[in-house]
């Protein structure tokens, strides 16, 4: 197993609603991606943080956001919440941008 | 924009046999990495192997490989005597090395692989 923790492991959430998912990052990571694998599908990237900046985003509305704190850690928002948000979000971590990303087991919304 | 492709929704091998996973991919760039990853049901993702783009050499992870052929844009994965626990989605991924989208992987839709004791 990596050292990248997510949570909740499973939420369920009413269209229109609001949530908060959360990442931990692996010791000594500075960097952390998100990414929605809705099923069936590849996971899709969603943005990226580096030393608490957002670092490129994929394309997803604004009502995806972020937060990275300063011990690394992350948040992701999502505001009114749709049907197809419902997926499979996982969160990597990497130290630097452009290195090797360990996966959390991800967190599994489903919006009803 | 860079695409990823796999064309083979599922995949089965007989457990000690080998199988081979396919994987396309679309780019203008020279620098860039390529990833096999692993899934699971307990959803986790593993990196299985990765090749970079300047290196001719073929990586081997012991009973994983690849063979990598720049040109023709193709990047396959070959899993050797094959075991229960090889069992898992697989998902070829491309990273590129340039600008604003460095660090952030590309993903194919994956290759559901089964093993038969």
């Known amino acids: 197993e990596t050292g990248v923790t997510q949570s909740p492991t499973h939420l369920i959430k009413t269209r229109g609603q609001q949530v908060t998912l959360r990442c931990s990052s692996q010791s000594g990571h500075n960097t952390v991606s998100w990414y929605q694998q809705a099923l069936g599908q590849g996971p899709q990237f969603i943005f990226q943080y580096y030393r608490e900046e957002e670092n490129g985003r994929g394309n997803f509305p604004p009502r995806f956001s972020g937060l990275q704190f300063p011990n690394y850690s992350s948040e992701l928002n999502v505001n009114a919440l749709e049907l197809d948000d419902s997926a499979l979000y996982l969160c990597a971590s990497s130290f630097g941008r452009g290195t090797e990303a360990f996966f959390g087991q991800g967190t599994r919304l489903t919006v009803v | ?117």
Do not use: H
Not at chain 2, 22 to 35: G, R
Not at chain 2, 43 to 57: D, F, G, H, N, S
């Open chain 2, 1 to 117: 924009a860079q695409t990823v492709t796999q064309s083979q929704p599922e995949m089965s091998v007989q457990e000690a046999e080998t199988v081979t996973l396919s994987c396309t991919y679309d780019t203008s760039e020279s620098d860039y990495y390529l990833f096999w990853y692993k899934q699971p049901p307990s959803r986790q993702m593993i990196l299985v192997i990765r090749q970079e783009a300047y290196k001719q050499q073929n990586a081997t992870e012991n009973r994983f490989s690849v063979n990598f052929q720049k040109a023709a844009k193709s990047f396959s994965l070959k899993i050797s005597d094959s075991q229960l626990g090889d069992a898992a989605m697989y998902f070829c991924a491309y990273r590129s090395e340039y600008g604003g989208s460095q660090g952030n992987l590309i993903f194919g839709k994956g290759t559901k692989l089964s093993v038969k004791p």
